[in-house]
Every structure is written in structure tokens, then in C-alpha cells.
């Protein structure tokens, strides 16, 4: 099993700046490529970010140039920072972690899920 727990979302203003932190605990960690995903109201959860073990990482297009994710795995995190966030970044954004370093870009392939953390950006 492992666990997920997302923290640093909250209300900003039109290009604001967030970090969001997802730390992971549990067995093998470092056997999971991590992914950010986010869901607004009324819509399907979305692909963000993904990240290896290794540190290479995959940024979907509607947030490429504005959203980097990261890990430090002695910490057992993994960060989204967000810059220039817009309105449309508005959604509770979800950490999730899945046992494959092939690139995953569907909610279904994911093994484990945080609680997800809200982020809504006023214009």
C-alpha cells in the first residue's frame, strides 16, 4: 500500500504562483512514477504532470511553460509548481502514483490516489 496526502492549494489571484506538495509514504515508494491530475467541476479528472523515479518528467500541453513537477525522493514528495496560473487551472488537484516508468496519461492506470487538495484562481 501506499499513501498519498497533497497539501498547498488555496484561492490566488490570476498570475499567482502555488506549490503543491504530495508526500508519499509506504512500502517501495521508490518503485512508483508519480502523476498530478486535476478535476473541475462537473468534468473528468485530467492529466497535469508525470514524473520517474529517475527524475524525467512529462508536462501535459494546457500547462506546459507554466507547471514544472519535481522529487526529491529522500523525502518521499513530489511538487507541482505552478506559475501563471490562470482561472482555468481552477480544480482539485490530485497526486497519484502507479508501478510503471512508462509514461501514464489516463486516471485508470493509477494504483494509488491522495484526497486531492483545491486550487481556485480568481481573475
Known amino acids: 500500500q501506499v499513501q498519498l496526502v497533497e497539501s498547498g492549494g488555496g484561492l490566488v489571484q490570476a498570475g499567482d504562483s502555488l506549490r503543491l506538495s504530495c508526500a508519499a509514504s509506504?512500502?517501495?515508494?521508490?518503485?512508483?512514477?508519480m502523476g498530478w491530475f486535476r478535476q473541475a467541476p462537473g468534468k473528468e479528472r485530467r492529466f497535469v504532470a508525470f514524473?520517474?523515479?529517475?527524475?524525467?518528467?512529462y508536462v501535459g500541453d494546457s500547462v506546459k511553460g507554466r507547471f514544472t513537477i519535481s522529487r526529491d525522493n529522500a523525502k518521499n514528495t513530489v511538487y507541482l509548481q505552478m506559475n501563471s496560473l490562470k482561472p482555468e487551472d481552477t480544480a482539485v488537484y490530485y497526486c497519484?502514483?502507479?508501478?510503471?516508468?512508462?509514461?501514464?496519461?489516463?486516471?485508470?492506470?493509477?494504483?494509488?490516489w491522495g484526497q486531492g487538495t483545491q486550487v481556485t484562481v480568481s481573475s
Open positions: 497519484a502514483a502507479v508501478s510503471s516508468v512508462v509514461l501514464r496519461l489516463s486516471a485508470t492506470d493509477y494504483d494509488y
Open positions: 509506504g512500502r517501495t515508494v521508490s518503485a512508483y512514477s
Open positions: 514524473i520517474r523515479w529517475s527524475g524525467s518528467t
